[in-house]
DNA sequence: GACTATACCTGACTGTAGTCAGATATAATT
DNA sequence: AATTATATCTGACTACAGTCAGGTATAGTC
């Protein structure tokens, strides 16, 4: 009935409207859009001016000028970074913070309409929006070092465990240790914990960990669903492999189940070869690399 | 980790930058964009000046503007409509006919890119913007007549057979006659074929059929899965009732099948109640209502 | 046939986004 | 110390979207 190029272009009318009538309420603080998407990336603790400028994408002249006239407003205040005095920095005033209360009532609301609207379907509708913006942003997708008690890492963890339940047949839940019980090899100097954020959005992991001498195992790989498919998993092996080398291990090892095909493709690509057992239930699975 | 309320800001982002991608690349064709999007809405065939503008959401003035430079142009030529000489229509000319592939062929360039960029996930990608698609347009989705052997009415019927696959036990998918081997009974004086369309996507449907003197028959009522829960089944059935009374019948009734809970719950909420079998397998709920 | 409503057009105007060239201050490099 | 690079600012400019009041032709109504 209606091609996909049909059906993608039907989505871009839907939120082009929604996008618009967003963007128009925005409007009702009789300032212009331009200046209110400002003031909303304004912090109360200070932001980079050139932060909030290459985020909007906008022209320095411009960026000056809208910064100008929310300072006439008394919104935000401007002062040298002291680091590089060059650099300046904004800061909202007390009537700014409240004005930015504001426009971001004015977004919760909308957004709350939105789900309310969409009742009982509203879990669909944001893991379909999910789904979506870790499609789009997919080239934003950025790889960074993580405390493996970071609430980020026990959610991808969470996630990962999950995994393994429903992939892994016999696996008892209460095998699975949350919060990470060993923690602290996963932190520097010793080890390591990466997380993949797209925008804010924990969406994979990989960490390594300290197993022999001049040995590093690699645990706990992990890829939400969303974001399969678009060598995310082979960017988070290349950066541990990198970071394995740059702690000075000499060799990587790791374990997994044979029901997990798709990471052991991986491995195996990745230049991983089979070596001897070294751990039990439920590994089935062994390989190593030497770095 | 992420609120709600956050996911969905991040999904506004991840769309606002695609959208914003695609309009940019149609100003690479030399024209400000309220023109390409006039152009891209003219057909061949002609189209109704009033129609663009309030799919567009333009101000007369504006608009009558942007017509006249695309006249000026020599991609459009404009006349009055015959049946009321108030109103224009707007044809392409084989100028503007190129030109406006150009477009179409810009956009098609743009969503082919974004699938391609999906890869495997493209089905779900696609998925995922119908039910966005859906939820947003909820407050223009039209109910209109159609024929029952219009494509339209065939994906509906295909989807609801599935349906009835998957939800009643035991059925044998050799029973569902496609098309309609009884197609003539749903047109007009004596029947009728509802479908539910948002922006051109079908997304529900009911139709009408005699069974006796003075008594129609209720058939083939469905909503697709992303539409459900929004009051459309309900809004379906009061117009299939409007219309038998419309087509003078006294009396309505309907077979279905216990496994379709959502739909016996709703009948029973209309005042439809139960009455003597009239059919077999795979029905065992009758239904009547006097109109 | 007069009146009112409608569809569209024209001209005059405004506010905003966005661009560009050049100026100024600070930092980094040689 | 001189040179080059960087970050921001200022002023001058353009183009575009959008609004409004008033005008003309046609259609519908009493």
Redesign the interface.
Known sequence: ??S????????????????GA?DHSYLGRGRPLGAARVLQLVTAGGTDVARIRDQLALDSGLMSRLLRALEDEGLVETGADPADRRRRIARLTPTGAAENAAYRAI??LA??T??A??????P??????????T????DVTEIVDADPDD??AL?CLAAYFQLLLDTIPGLPAEKLPLPLADAPLYRLPQGAFLIARS????IGCASLRPLEPGVAEVKRLWVHP?A???GLARRLMVLLETRARELGYQHLKLDSNSALTEAITLYRRMGWIDCAAYTGFPADVWMEKPL
Chains 1, 2 share one sequence.
């Open positions: 009935m209606l996909d190029i049909d059906r993608l272009r039907r989505f871009n009318r839907a939120v082009t409207r929604e996008v967003l977004g919760h957004a709350e939105t789900l609207r969409a009742g009982r379907q509203g669909a509708l944001l893991a379909a929006m999910d789904l979506i913006a499609q789009l942003l997919h609430p980020a959610i925008d804010g959005l924990p969303d399969r498919g678009q």
